[in-house]
């Protein structure tokens, strides 16, 4: 899918550019991870806790308040340990026992409120891909085809002789990567499978759900926007495939449904992101409406069970 003349994959490559060079936000511009190593050397094996997509209530040094039925407040456990009895002897001390009538200060103590759930935030993704792993292996059959306006991956073979069943699953995990040349090979890549599939693409759907999903599982708006054009691209490229998609609702749209108001209000402002098809709200609705047009009958029902906002673009 090309939008005025430049792919999804090189969209990606200008808006870290132009974060860079024109916002001068270069902090999140280009993404690094520690573990990749030189581009002769293979990215460090990841520790096997750190799972794409994974969260944790809370950090392990960080204490959550516990909700006390009595108050109906969330109130952080009290760390001040009680007096021992068998500590305290009778008639010790400089001044002896003493006692007082007088009401001491109550100092008011803070109850925190409840602990957010952090639906929103953005949750780890190691650079731990299957295409990262065949790719510094040498297993895949790309190349990077350098050009004056934009670059091109060199197919080593034809792609229609590929083995989808095997390359494109390898393909589709690689769409959370964030880090270049990774992505722009994950990500052209599948458009060119998509593009000359036809009916190989089919019978691979199953096999695409899981890296569909921890894509999305990981919440980051740069990633969901590319597995959301990924998704638009594959349902317009054979025939039944929008339907065979619809058994698999359950694992696709929470996060639809959770990012689906994800639109800036800026009054009178301009959202450039529109032009560039880079807003979220704006993106989950067209996939939305395209899965319910080529998903057959069973497509809105199934859709507005898990998005209870969608409303239909085939029945109104």
């Given at each position: 899918m090309v939008q005025g003349g430049i792919s999804a994959a090189m969209?990606?490559?200008?808006?870290?550019?132009?974060?860079?060079?024109?916002?001068?936000?270069?902090?999140?511009?280009?993404?690094?991870?520690?573990?990749?190593?030189?581009?002769?050397?293979?990215?460090?094996?990841?520790?096997?806790?750190?799972?794409?997509?994974?969260?944790?209530?809370?950090?392990?040094?960080m204490a959550l308040p516990e909700y006390n039925k009595a108050t109906t407040q969330y109130q952080f456990k009290s760390t001040v340990k009680p007096l021992d009895?068998?500590?305290?002897?009778p008639h010790t001390g400089n001044g002896g026992m003493t006692s007082s009538l007088a009401c001491g200060v109550k100092h008011s103590v803070a109850t925190p409120d409840a602990p957010v759930c952090?639906?929103?935030?953005?949750?780890p993704?190691?650079?731990?891909?299957?295409?990262?792993?065949?790719?510094?292996?040498?297993?895949?059959?790309?190349?990077?085809?350098h050009r004056g306006v934009h670059n091109r991956i060199g197919w080593k073979v034809d792609i229609e002789k590929l083995d989808y069943h095997h390359y494109l699953p390898i393909f589709f995990d690689g769409l959370r990567e964030k880090e270049e040349p990774y992505r722009f090979l994950a990500v052209?890549?599948?458009?060119?499978?998509?593009?000359?599939?036809?009916?190989k693409i089919l019978p691979v759907i199953p096999q695409l759900i899981i890296p569909i999903k921890t894509a999305l599982n990981t919440r980051d708006y740069q990633v969901i926007g590319t597995v959301l054009k990924i998704l638009q691209q594959m349902v317009v490229s054979g025939e039944m495939i929008g339907e065979a998609l619809v058994p698999y609702y359950r694992q696709i749209?929470?996060?639809f449904n959770i990012f689906k108001n994800c639109?800036?209000?800026?009054?009178?402002?301009?959202?450039?992101?529109?032009?560039?098809?880079?807003?979220?709200?704006?993106?989950?609705?067209e996939t939305l409406e395209m899965f319910e047009t080529h998903g057959g009958e069973d497509a809105f029902i199934n859709i507005k069970y898990m998005i209870p906002t969608y409303e239909s673009c085939v029945l109104n």
């Open positions: 969209s990606n490559i200008q808006a870290d550019w132009a974060a860079m060079k024109i916002t001068r936000t270069s902090d999140v511009a280009y993404t690094k991870h520690p573990e990749t190593n030189s581009c002769f050397d293979v990215t460090t094996a990841v520790a096997p806790g750190r799972r794409a997509g994974g969260h944790s209530m809370a950090a392990p040094d009895a068998a500590s305290l002897k952090g639906a929103f935030k953005q949750r993704n190691p650079p731990n891909t299957e295409f990262r792993r065949f790719y510094e292996r040498g297993d895949l059959p790309i190349q990077i085809e052209q890549g599948v458009f060119d499978m998509l593009e000359h599939g036809g009916s749209l929470p996060i639109n800036k209000n800026l009054g009178d402002g301009i959202d450039y992101a529109q032009q560039k098809r880079m807003t979220l709200g704006d993106l989950i609705v």
